[in-house]
T-cell receptor, first 113, second 114 residues
Framework: QQQVKQSPQSLIVQKGGISIINCAYE??????FPWYQQFPGKGPALLIA?????SEKKEGRFTISFNKSAKQFSLHIMDSQPGDSATYFC????????????FGEGTQLTVNP | GAGVSQSPSNKVTEKGKDVELRCDPI?????LYWYRQSLGQGLEFLIY????????KSGLPSDRFSAERTGGSVSTLTIQRTQQEDSAVYLC????????????FGPGTRLTVL
């Protein structure tokens, strides 16, 4: 059962543009929503994360917007750079499940120079 | 400090053979997770260890998969009688405790079953 749905599968953005990746979840017991960035041949690395008691979190060029009622959250990358080209995964966690992460399918982002 | 390390980085094996994948978590991290990443897919939870508690094996896809964690540190994931559908990148992650938000991932082991 896919509990976290992510879109789009791939995204091409021009340098300086805004990249937006969306995720939707089903289980209201999720209590923590991280985004991971993965470069080829590397493991995923935590980029930014949010809890459901806030609607937005910003760290530098990266912002998470969270809509609890719609059970959706999104990652916005402002002023996208070629170095941001990577695969991005949203995830969700339930503490009651041992804090395992449930991942979306991933979005391959390409930022053209 | 050192991050999560995994070995080997690549493993090619023949169908039917057994393989062992190793994970060295960050020192002091009590929680350890194994995930599987198939080509073009998201990460799939396999198994979770926390301290001396019984592991959560609910994500293991079949009884050919097993894992152990010795001394609360190093973990080994074993796949017996490998099948072609086992081909994937196997990722290990650790966190200071289950209550700690951040899971730190290793670089993964790419397993190819011919």
């Amino acid at each position: 059962q896919q509990q976290v749905k992510q879109s789009p599968q791939s995204l091409i953005v021009q340098k300086g543009g805004i990249s937006i990746i969306n995720c939707a979840y089903e289980n209201t017991a999720f209590d923590y929503f991280p985004w991971y960035q993965q470069f080829p041949g590397k493991g995923p690395a935590l980029l930014i994360a949010i809890r459901p008691d806030v609607s937005e979190k910003k760290e530098g060029r990266f912002t998470i917007s969270f809509n609890k009622s719609a059970k959706q959250f999104s990652l916005h990358i402002m002023d996208s750079q070629p170095g941001d080209s990577a695969t991005y995964f949203c995830a969700a966690r339930m503490k009651t499940s041992g804090s395992r992460l449930t991942f979306g399918e991933g979005t391959q982002l390409t930022v053209n120079p | 400090g050192a991050g999560v390390s995994q070995s080997p980085s690549n493993k090619v094996t023949e169908k039917g053979k057994d393989v062992e994948l190793r994970c060295d978590p960050i020192s002091g991290h009590t929680a350890l997770y194994w995930y599987r990443q198939s080509l073009g897919q998201g990460l799939e939870f396999l198994i979770y260890f926390q301290g001396n508690s019984a592991p959560d094996k609910s994500g293991l896809p079949s009884d050919r998969f097993s894992a152990e964690r010795t001394g609360g540190s190093v973990s080994t994931l074993t796949i017996q009688r490998t099948q072609q559908e086992d081909s994937a990148v196997y990722l290990c992650a650790s966190s200071y405790s289950p209550a700690t938000d951040t899971q730190y991932f290793g670089p993964g082991t790419r397993l190819t079953v011919l």
